[in-house]
């Protein structure tokens, strides 16, 4: 890989500090291509000592010397942020750390810096509380990668080497995902998933299938009308488009 990985920190008093330790060290075992972390290089000094891990950290100033000095520390970028909060505990430095770690990692993708942003779990209360304002990390993500016009239609994929699941409305309370879920919604989904399945995941012909809202589908209405007035014409317009999709699907009887 010519250029690393950039790892965000995710929120300091969480795991994140933790997995990117862990990753380093396995780093070898599991072939884990070339990464640095955006953090408080302190602040995971001292988590590697609380967790009894030693390691060597590399301090750097800049992307390109992460992929030399990886192999024998683990290369942390400082965010310029101090995150003092201990594990389990975040205090008033853990949104700051998070959301500069973020900001910085997506920077250096879109300056050809890095390969791919990777991100650790943040604690989206704690964000709230400090202001933040997107639903998660998903919609930041999206508006960041396109400063000062309009953001992309976010969407995540949840993916496995078997199967990869979309979720067609994110972050919202399951109310109000009733509501906003629209054909409209379903197909511009379809239709990103499927380019980007071609495009990033070389899946020549992709197969989507498209689940029920309702219990067992809605039962041809007896149980909801969505699938009958949103989901299926949402799979009769992809079907226009060449796009293989099965749907509106129902879950098993037992």
Known sequence: MAKPLALTSGEP????????????????????PPFYLLADPDCIARRANALGMKIDIAEIGGT???CQAFADALPVLSIGQRATAKPGVPD????????????????????????AVVTNPIAKSVLYRAGFRHPGHTEFLAELANPGGEPPQPVMMLWSPALAVVPVTIHVALRDAVTELSSDLIVSTARIVVADLKARFAVAKPRLAIAGLNPHAGEEGTLGHEEQTLIAPAIEALRRDGIEVLGPLKNKEE
């Not at 396995?26 to 884990?32: A, G």
């Open 92 to 115: 008033d430095t853990s949104a700051a750390a998070a959301i500069a770690s973020i900001r910085r990692a997506v920077s250096d993708v879109v300056a050809g810096k890095a390969t």
């Open 13 to 32: 008093a969480g795991i994140g500090p933790d997995i990117a330790i862990a990753a380093w060290l396995k780093r070898r075992e599991l072939r884990v």
């Open 64 to 66: 390109e010397a992460a």
